[in-house]
């Protein structure tokens, strides 16, 4: 589509300091920047769920298949597929087909995670990037709700999450990125209340969410395990946050690792794809801008 080139263009034109003009050298250089974004995208993805041919992932480092199991609890269990009846695949995605989870989904939903997660112990570095169609105040359930988590255990245990929150209004959007839970809390005090739990979250109190409008999220973060890590939280391509001095030490178990889908999500869910890397403010444009979705950088 001509207007999200163009988009991108003035976006990598503005963010490098030039202009866009047609038969400018400054358009010249911006969408040069804009290619190299693109090809950086490429060379750093792990894993991408179009949902337009199914739910198995389109491309993957890892296993591709989908999981479903009644409950975390009983993930050990899980089966391929998805096994609520509740969530299916529709038309109307950002690009093609999206997933739609119909009512509240208490069900384990999740894709093996290690791999294609590119996790590692020692400076773990990565993004997570996906879109929601929702209207949070009207949709959702009560409780809180996690469109995605990235863990081996639970939110608060070696783990990168967003949430939605359950009693304010309009509901806030969160991202949490902890290491291992007896590191951060080794008093075991309840996790919600815990400060250091509540000064780590990077929190949007009005966020951009609406019913038939989609909306882009990406989180990155890196270092993580090194004792500095970083967590970043972007929407609609514009970062909302940064999460600081991460600096305790994440250990998985690789064989549980998942990246859950849709924890008591109630809406529209599309184009989840997780690379290796803390994607930078360029790279992140360009996946806002992307015209075909993260099938246009599978390697």
Not at 115 to 130: D, I, R
């Amino acid at each position: 589509m001509i207007w999200r080139t163009w988009g991108l263009c003035l976006l990598m034109a503005g963010l490098a300091g030039l202009g866009c003009s047609p038969g400018n050298d400054a358009a010249g250089d911006a969408e040069t920047a804009a290619s190299a974004a693109v090809e950086a995208l490429k060379a750093s993805l792990t894993f991408h769920a179009s949902f337009d041919d199914g739910p198995d992932a389109a491309f993957a480092k890892g296993d591709r298949r989908i999981y479903t199991a009644p409950s975390y609890e009983e993930q050990a269990s899980a089966l391929p597929g998805i096994g609520n009846p509740d969530v299916e695949i529709v038309d109307g995605g950002v690009v093609g087909r999206a997933l739609k989870f119909n009512k509240k989904n208490v069900h384990a939903i999740f894709y093996r995670g290690a791999k294609n997660a590119a996790f590692q112990e020692s400076n773990w570095t990565g993004s997570v990037s996906f879109w929601l169609n929702l209207n949070p105040d009207e949709d959702l359930e009560p409780g809180y709700c996690d469109p995605i988590q990235i863990t081996d255990s639970a939110y608060n245990d070696g783990a990168v999450w967003v949430d939605f929150t359950k009693d304010d209004t309009p509901r806030h959007f969160r991202l949490g990125v902890f290491g291992d839970l007896d590191s951060w809390n080794p008093d075991g005090a309840p996790s919600g209340e815990h400060p250091a739990f509540l000064n780590r979250l990077v929190v949007v109190t009005q966020p951009p969410f609406a019913r038939g409008q989609w909306t882009h999220v990406v989180a990155t973060y890196s270092g993580l395990g090194t004792g500095a890590g970083v967590a970043k939280l972007y929407l609609d391509g514009k970062l909302q946050g940064t999460a600081e001095d991460i600096n305790e030490g994440i250990t998985w178990d690789t064989e549980k690792a998942a990246f859950r889908l849709g924890v008591n999500y109630v809406g529209l869910f599309d184009e989840a794809a997780l690379f290796n890397r803390a994607l930078s403010q360029e790279e992140v444009t360009a996946l806002h801008e992307l015209e075909g979705g993260a099938a246009s950088i599978h390697p």
